[in-house]
């Protein structure tokens, strides 16, 4: 009737239109959840400069509908205990991509070089003329092998005449500067671009691309490692997120289900882990395919070639 208010159709429920399970999670980010680190992105045709970023993280954990016994998802401890190892890990290093398709990656660890410093020999030889000679001195260009390492050294052969028909001859061995004290990483580029860093001042990462996407996926792993899966997994944890943070209002995101214990927990180690599958074998992450022209009007250089070179 005109002028009578009809009250709108109760609502039925409909099997596909069940509302979301209850479910508890937890969010944990603090300022100790931090590492600086410097980097570079590399891929065909493009390369950054060489620069840093004050990274930051955070972890969110996603429960079931009920809480464990302890009235907790999980202890806000255990978490920030496991986040801020990881991060310390990383303070303070040059990330480098190991699984890179574009840079060329030589590593020289320490080794214990043979050195000798001074070795002296007497013989006695008379000269073909009967008299005193004078001072001889060679340089020779040697390769010393160590264990672990290669290491190119120069050897300086000085022969001195002590009296008639006696010499006394003199090796020294000097270590050349470029087999750096602890080891060595040299990174050459597509644009023929050469880094050399000191071993102890990079983080060797298996992933492709030093980026925020790359990153978050190799903490999530290490988190997980330090969290254990399995406990997470009787604590009922169905999915953890972790967000990398380069800048403010500038992150990303990885987000993935609590794998099967039973497999590999890799990305705990830069050498990857045994077992059926490693969920956090980052280089399968990344697509194959051709990178696709960028739209946006962007001033980075990858971008400008990609919009004149496609191919």
């Given at each position: 009737?005109?002028?009578?208010?009809?009250?709108?159709?109760?609502?039925t429920?409909?099997?596909?239109?069940?509302?979301p399970?209850?479910r508890?999670?937890?969010?944990?980010?603090?300022?100790?959840?931090?590492?600086?680190?410097?980097?570079?992105?590399?891929?065909?045709?493009?390369?950054?400069?060489?620069?840093?970023?004050?990274?930051?993280?955070?972890?969110?954990?996603?429960?079931?509908?009920?809480v464990?016994?302890?009235?907790?998802?999980?202890?806000?401890?255990?978490?920030?205990?496991?986040?801020?190892?990881?991060?310390?890990?990383?303070?303070?290093?040059?990330?480098?991509?190991?699984?890179?398709?574009?840079?060329?990656?030589?590593?020289?660890?320490?080794?214990?070089a043979?050195?000798?410093?001074?070795?002296?020999?007497?013989?006695?030889?008379?000269?073909?003329?009967?008299?005193?000679?004078?001072?001889?001195?060679?340089?020779?260009?040697?390769?010393?092998?160590?264990?672990?390492?290669?290491?190119?050294?120069?050897?300086?052969?000085?022969?001195?005449?002590?009296?008639?028909?006696?010499?006394?001859?003199?090796?020294?061995?000097?270590q050349?500067?470029?087999?750096?004290?602890?080891?060595?990483?040299?990174?050459?580029?597509?644009?023929g671009?050469?880094?050399?860093?000191?071993?102890?001042?990079?983080?060797?990462?298996?992933?492709?691309?030093s980026?925020?996407?790359?990153?978050?996926?190799?903490?999530?792993?290490?988190?997980?490692?330090?969290?254990?899966?399995?406990?997470?997994?009787?604590?009922?944890?169905?999915?953890?997120?972790?967000?990398?943070?380069?800048?403010?209002?500038?992150?990303?995101?990885?987000?993935?289900?609590?794998?099967?214990?039973?497999?590999?927990?890799?990305g705990?180690?830069?050498?990857?882990?045994?077992?059926e599958?490693?969920?956090?074998?980052?280089?399968?992450?990344?697509?194959?395919?051709?990178?696709?022209?960028?739209?946006?009007?962007?001033?980075?250089?990858?971008?400008?070639?990609?919009?004149?070179?496609?191919?």
């Amino acid at each position: 009737m005109e002028g009578v208010d009809v009250p709108p159709p109760p609502i039925t429920s409909s099997s596909s239109h069940h509302p979301p399970p209850p479910r508890f999670e937890i969010y944990v980010s603090r300022d100790t959840f931090k590492f600086n680190a410097s980097h570079f992105v590399a891929y065909r045709g493009f390369r950054e400069r060489l620069h840093g970023h004050n990274y930051r993280a955070s972890v969110r954990l996603v429960g079931s509908g009920n809480v464990g016994g302890d009235g907790y998802v999980l202890d806000f401890g255990c978490v920030k205990e496991a986040v801020k190892d990881v991060c310390g890990d990383m303070n303070e290093h040059f990330i480098v991509p190991m699984l890179s398709d574009v840079l060329g990656i030589d590593v020289v660890e320490e080794g214990e070089a043979e050195e000798v410093e001074e070795e002296v020999e007497e013989v006695d030889e008379e000269d073909d003329d009967g008299t005193e000679a004078g001072n001889i001195t060679t340089q020779t260009k040697t390769t010393t092998i160590t264990t672990t390492t290669t290491t190119t050294a120069t050897t300086a052969t000085t022969t001195t005449t002590t009296g008639r028909g006696k010499k006394r001859r003199a090796l020294c061995h000097r270590q050349s500067p470029t087999s750096m004290k602890g080891g060595t990483v040299t990174i050459i580029c597509e644009d023929g671009s050469r880094f050399v860093f000191p071993r102890q001042d990079c983080l060797l990462l298996p992933i492709m691309h030093s980026t925020a996407e790359e990153l978050a996926i190799y903490l999530y792993g290490k988190i997980l490692s330090r969290l254990n899966a399995n406990y997470l997994i009787e604590r009922g944890v169905t999915s953890m997120e972790v967000t990398i943070s380069e800048a403010v209002g500038q992150e990303a995101v990885f987000r993935r289900a609590i794998p099967n214990a039973r497999n590999s927990v890799g990305g705990g180690n830069e050498a990857g882990g045994e077992g059926e599958e490693d969920p956090f074998d980052v280089a399968s992450y990344v697509s194959r395919g051709r990178i696709p022209v960028m739209p946006c009007k962007t001033d980075t250089e990858g971008a400008r070639r990609l919009r004149t070179d496609p191919s």
